[in-house]
C-alpha cells in the first residue's frame, strides 16, 4: 500500500479512500461501515495535520531563548543559549555549548551533542562533530559521512560541500556527482545552480545537475532561479544595471535597473538610482512596473506583504504594503522582517529601550518580550 502525506490539505485523505475504492477494499463492506472508515481516516487525517501545522518562532528573553508558536503562545520557555527559526518541523538549538533540534511540539527530538548543526531540508541535516562533517535523518541517526571542511543542505537531490577553497556537489549516497571545483557556487534551485569558476577572471554562469554548464558564465552578478527567472548584472557593482533571464539564457527584462532582486509572490523588488539616494519599487515577470520606485528600503513580498521604509532619514520607520502599494501596516517598526507563517518579527523603539514582537498579518502584537 502507498504511503499519502498527512500535511497536504484534504488531497490525500480523497487519495486513501479512492486508493481502497480502486483496490476492492470497499467491495464486501455495508454503507455505514464505509461510513465509519472514512470518518475515521479524515478525523485521523485531520490530528495529524493540525500537529504537523504548528510553526514555532524564536523568542529571547534575559539571554535565554525559546519558542512561541504563530498565535504567541510560548511552546518552549527561554532555555537555550541560541535558537533558530526551522524547517520540517525541527528547530536548531543551543545548550551547554552543543547544538542539536526541538520538534514543533516543543519537545528535544535531537540531543545537543553537535558542534554545528544546518537546517533539516529533504529530510537531511548537515552537522559537525569536531572536523568531521556528517548528514543526519530526523532520529539523529548519521546516515552520511562527507569528506568536506564544510556541508550544505540538501536542494533538489543535491548539496554543496566546501573542500579547501573549492565547492561541489553531491548526491544522497554520498558521491561527489560534481567534485568540488568552483571558487563559488550556490544551492540547486529550479534545476539549475549558479557557480563560478575558478580560473582567473571568471564570470557566472549556472550548471545542470550533470554538471554540465547550462547557461554560459556570462554574468558579472547573479542570484538563483525563482519563478522561472534569475537576476543577473552586466557590468561592475557601480555602473552595471541587472536584468532577469529565463533558463534558456535568454534575457526577459533587459538589464536597466541599478539593482534587481528575485521574484517572490510574483514580484520582484527592484531599485532605480544608487546605493545612497535610490529609491524602491516593484516589477511583473513582464517587466511591468506594479509599484513605482518610491520606498527607501524595501524587502521582498512574502505571504501577499511587503515591508518598506518610509523616506531617507536615518531614524525613519518600516511600514508594510500590500501588491497595490497600500500601506496596510503604518510606518511604525525600527527593525522589519519578512511574514512567515503568519507573522513577522518586528521591533518599536530604539535598541536599548525598544521591544522586540511578532504582529499578525492585521498588524496585531501577538508576543512581545517581556
Partial sequence: MPTFSLCTGQKPILFYIGYLISQNKYRTLSKHAIMRTSLTVILFCFISMGICAQTLFPFQSG???????????????????????????????????????????????????????????????????????????????????????????????????????????????????????????????????RVKPAQKGSKWGFIAKDGDMAIKP?????????????????????????????????????????????????????????????????????????????????YHFHEGLACVKQDADKNSKWGFIDKTGKVVIAYQFEFPSDFEGGIAYVRKGALKNGKNMYISHKGEVVWTEP
Wanted: charged residues 25%.
Fill in 63 to 193: 539571554g535565554k531563548y525559546g519558542f512561541v508558536n504563530a498565535s504567541g503562545k510560548v511552546v518552549v520557555n527561554a532555555q537555550y543559549q541560541f535558537a533558530e527559526s526551522g524547517s520540517e518541523g525541527l528547530y536548531a538549538v543551543k545548550l551547554s555549548g552543543k547544538r542539536g533540534f526541538v520538534s514543533s511540539e516543543g519537545k528535544q527530538a535531537i540531543a545537543c551533542t553537535f558542534d554545528e548543526v544546518g537546517k533539516f531540508s529533504e529530510g537531511l541535516a548537515p552537522v559537525r562533530e569536531g572536523k568531521q562533517w556528517y548528514y543526519i535523518d530526523k532520529t539523529g541517526k548519521k546516515v552520511i559521512t562527507v569528506d568536506c571542511d564544510f556541508a550544505y543542505r540538501f536542494c533538489q537531490g543535491m548539496a554543496r560541500i566546501q573542500k579547501g577553497n573549492k565547492l561541489g556537489y553531491i548526491d544522497k549516497s554520498g558521491k561527489a556527482v560534481i567534485p568540488p571545483q568552483y571558487e563559488m557556487a550556490f544551492d540547486f534551485s529550479e534545476g539549475l545552480a
Fill in 218 to 298: 556570462l554574468f558579472d552578478d547573479c542570484f538563483d532561479f525563482r519563478e522561472g527567472r534569475a537576476n543577473v548584472r552586466i557590468g561592475n557593482e557601480a555602473t552595471g544595471k541587472w536584468g532577469f533571464i529565463e533558463k534558456s539564457g535568454k534575457f526577459a527584462i533587459e538589464p536597466k535597473y541599478d539593482k534587481a532582486f528575485f521574484f517572490s509572490d510574483g514580484m520582484a523588488l527592484v531599485r532605480q538610482g544608487d546605493f545612497k539616494t535610490g529609491k524602491f519599487g516593484y516589477i511583473s515577470k513582464s517587466g511591468e512596473i506594479t509599484i513605482p520606485a518610491q520606498f527607501f528600503g524595501a
